[in-house]
């Protein structure tokens, strides 16, 4: 079973990214610091660290505790 990051996962594109991912079986880590996404989207079975991914000690503590074989990188923001 591959074990996958995916930051944003609490954003609609990535919250079904992550669902998709563990419908398919894969084990999944969320990373999002909820700014714009929200917690009620992130799938009950995934790993969560509210962090934001410019936070480098946090994001690489979590590297380094987990091993990961994909990222999956959706986290950002929108502004017009």
Do not use: C, P
């Amino acid at each position: 079973m591959k074990n996958i990051l995916v930051t944003g996962g609490a954003g609609y594109i990535g919250s079904h990214v992550v669902n998709l991912l563990i419908d398919k079986g894969y084990k999944v880590t969320v990373i999002d610091n909820l700014v714009t996404g929200t917690f009620n989207l992130i799938n009950k079975n995934a790993d969560f660290y509210k962090t934001d991914i410019a936070d480098e000690v946090k994001v690489n503590d979590i590297l380094q505790n987990k091993e990961f074989d994909i990222v999956m990188h959706f986290a950002g923001l929108i502004r017009v």
